[in-house]
């Protein structure tokens, strides 16, 4: 079935650092592709998306780019404030359909210090 | 508006024991899905509901687990004779489409159930 690998954390950088969070996937054809956060104490939310490849989300500086030639959706930021500081998720529906069932990476978690 | 809200926050139990967990989802949200993430890991698929029924039950990992949703609306799930390998936070999402995408789930912030 479908899979992601996302990078393990933790993740500790300055403000005003480059991010790079790497998620490689594993699926059959080209689903969408996805990138959660899940800021403290808050519920997960979608940060950005890819429908195709080649396509590139973005959404409050992040970005990331569907790229089937390395089955990479690695998520970027320029960058990062402490505010950024959460738990980032990659995440692709299952093989099949079912799209509102995700399989989620394990999540990487950043801290940016001030 | 509100979103999703779920009670309680924590929960602490003892092996053995039955739980419920509740989740009010976002008014008007006809889909409503649980979650479970454990500790280190991604949040892993549980249940669909469309309305008051089950769409799809397939995450549900034994039958200890059984969750309602009876005016399809508030959902509660249900943990019989629960075990330490239970001990997870329990997402709630809803969303207005049915079996809408994922971008279209708004999340709650989670039960995290402890058993001892």
């Known amino acids: 079935g479908n899979s992601v690998t996302q990078m393990e954390g933790p993740v500790t950088l300055s403000e005003e650092a480059f991010l790079t969070i790497n998620c490689t996937y594993t699926?059959?054809?080209?689903?969408?592709l996805f990138w959660y956060v899940q800021y403290p104490g808050e519920g997960l939310q979608l940060l950005l998306k890819a429908t195709k490849a080649d396509d590139k989300g973005s959404n409050k500086g992040f970005e990331a780019t569907y790229r089937k030639e390395t089955t990479s959706f690695h998520l970027e930021k320029g960058s990062v404030q402490v505010s950024d500081s959460a738990v980032y998720f990659c995440a692709l529906p299952p093989r099949g359909g079912s799209n509102y069932k995700l399989t989620f990476g394990k999540g990487t978690l950043l801290t940016v210090n001030p | 508006g509100a979103g999703v809200s779920q009670t309680p926050s924590n929960k602490v139990t003892e092996k053995g024991k039955y739980v419920e967990l509740r989740c009010d989802p976002i008014s008007g949200h006809t889909a409503l899905y649980w979650y479970r993430q454990s500790l280190g890991q991604g949040p892993e698929f549980l249940i669909y509901f469309q309305g008051t029924g089950a769409a799809d039950d397939s995450g549900l990992p034994n039958d200890r687990f059984f969750a309602v949703r009876p005016e399809g609306s508030v959902s509660t799930l249900k943990i019989q004779r629960t075990e330490r390998g239970d001990s997870a936070v329990y997402l709630c999402?809803?969303?207005?489409?049915?079996?809408?995408?994922?971008?279209?789930?708004?999340f709650g912030p989670g039960t995290r159930l402890t058993v001892l």
């Open positions: 699926a059959t054809g080209y689903p969408s």
């Open positions: 999402a809803s969303s207005l489409t049915p079996s809408g995408g994922p971008d279209t789930q708004y």
